[in-house]
């Protein structure tokens, strides 16, 4: 009998979960009594959301931001920075270098090196003018830290003003399939009491001395080259969103063949900042007006902005939910948080919708990400944007059922017990055999914002409370024998 209850509930859980929609009245009435002797009742409960400022976030990830803009819908300003290691093959040689002392007079020297930055996104005015500066790092920054987007290489003494450093003036109108700029590092070069033609004669002049540095990345990065900080120096209009940055150096080489023939040639190496080593992002945000944008428009609307921006905290009213229903089944809880529009909706300098957002409880907010969780569907979720359908212009949740009885069961520990928080994030898939599954969930680094209904409770003109924001909510309950 009770293996049999059991799988009658399963299937009431699945039929009440399909018929769950804007209005689920009836839905009771048209299937109680008919399976064993089930009651099923739905009802709908307030909820309650506020702006939170970010302040920072993790930096993990393979991307960086580089430039400076301004949301034409908040006027809240946002630069990006970024850190980038390089990493070195063990396979890693230059040319013989016999032949590039031939044609160099018998140094090892660089004709050209320069920084390739690569992106695959941009955002702004992609002709405003911008200037940017590598900075050579002083020290490799440390992998078994974690790193918030408000860090500090400077201020920590990962970079110096006065470390060696290049600077180049671009724009991102490259109307070509590759799209990158380039920053070059032909200048003298000094390190160690020697001057270099440039920073590629560095490098294949350290090579040409110590070719074990170049077998690991540890070595590479402590010996030879700790990184490169990418700083914005100039420039609003635009960000790019960088997906690979390659340090990148040409060198001729010329071999006698006979008395009367010499053979000239052209080569490069190259080396990549890859997922071995860290690529960290810097965000600065106008964080007073972030503060402002989260305490003046709460009677209106909440935020979800990235990278590091604003964040909405969701109070679910946990209590009323399970009051009088401890020993039912809970089978559905759904919750929708609808869009806003911009108030200039074709500006076609506005930062994306985010597509993607995260409900994980407050208190684990930090941890969810420094952990490499993913979305469990039990105290964690994922819900994309969605522009048509039931729930339109709207993030939706279809079931955080499991959450709130997790909740229930943490009752008054803590005080954000019955808290969570929305958060735009990027998620990574992979295809294992004819399946799609999450395998990573990152900040959202890119820039987007967006305004949803703010959920606060009010009384309409019967007397009775009410807000923009409500959980729906399906239980059963066998009848009493």
């Known amino acids: 009998m009770k293996i049999l209850r059991l799988l009658t509930v399963l299937v009431i859980a699945a039929l009440t979960f399909a018929a769950c929609d804007d209005t689920t009245e009836g839905i009771g009435g048209s299937i109680t009594n008919k399976i064993d002797n089930i009651n099923i009742s739905n009802s709908a409960f307030n909820v309650t959301t506020k702006s939170i400022v970010a302040d920072s976030v993790l930096s993990r990830n393979n991307t960086g931001l580089i430039g400076k803009m301004k949301d034409p819908e908040t006027g809240n300003y ?49 002709i405003a003018p911008m200037k940017v500066t590598a900075y050579e790092m002083t020290k490799p920054m440390k992998e078994d830290k974690e790193y918030y987007s408000n860090y500090d290489a400077f201020k920590e003494g990962w970079v110096s003003e006065n470390n060696q450093h290049w600077s180049s003036n671009y724009n991102l109108s490259n109307t070509s399939d590759v799209k990158n700029f380039k920053i070059y590092l032909n200048k003298e070069y000094k390190k160690g009491g020697k001057t270099y033609k440039n920073y590629g004669s560095y490098i294949m002049q350290t090579y040409a001395e110590h070719p074990e540095y170049f077998k690991t990345n540890y070595k590479f990065l402590h010996n030879v080259c700790p990184g490169f900080y990418i700083k914005n120096v100039g420039g609003t209009g635009n960000m790019a969103k960088i997906w690979n940055t390659e340090l990148i150096f040409y060198w001729k080489r010329q071999k006698t063949i006979n008395k009367d023939s010499t053979a000239v040639g052209i080569g490069y190496n190259r080396f990549d900042g890859t997922e071995e080593v860290l690529q960290l992002n810097k965000i600065e945000n106008d ?69 993607t957002i995260l409900m994980v409880q407050k208190d684990s907010l930090q941890s969810f990400f420094e952990k ?110």
């Open 78 to 126: 946002v630069k990006g920075d970024y850190m980038t290691q390089l990493s070195v093959l063990p396979t890693f040689s230059v040319d013989t270098l016999d032949y590039i002392k031939q044609a160099n007079g018998g140094s090892i020297e660089a004709d050209s090196c320069y920084l390739l930055v690569s992106y695959n996104a941009s955002y702004g005015d992609t």
């Open 372 to 481: 490499s969780k993913l979305a469990d569907s039990r105290t964690s979720y994922t819900a994309s944007y969605s522009s048509t359908g039931t729930y339109k212009n709207a993030y939706t949740f279809q079931n955080i059922a499991n959450l709130v009885s997790a909740m229930y069961k943490n009752k008054g520990k803590g005080e954000n017990w019955n808290k969570v928080v929305l958060v735009p994030v990027n998620v990574i898939t992979t295809t294992q055999g004819y399946t799609t599954v999450i395998s990573k969930i990152n900040h959202d680094m890119s820039l987007a914002s967006t305004r949803l209904k703010r959920g606060v409770i009010t009384t309409d003109s019967n007397g009775k409370e009410t807000s923009p924001i409500q959980i729906k909510v399906i239980y059963s309950k066998f009848k009493e024998e």
């Open 287 to 355: 964080t007073e007006n972030l503060k402002k944008l989260a305490s003046k428009d709460q009677e209106k609307c909440t935020y979800l902005k990235s990278p590091a921006g604003i964040f909405t905290e969701v109070t679910l009213p946990i209590e009323d939910i399970m009051k009088g229903h401890e020993k039912d089944t809970l089978n559905t809880a759904t919750i929708s948080f609808p869009r806003l529009n911009n108030e200039n909706e074709d500006n076609p300098y506005n930062f994306a919708t985010p597509s």
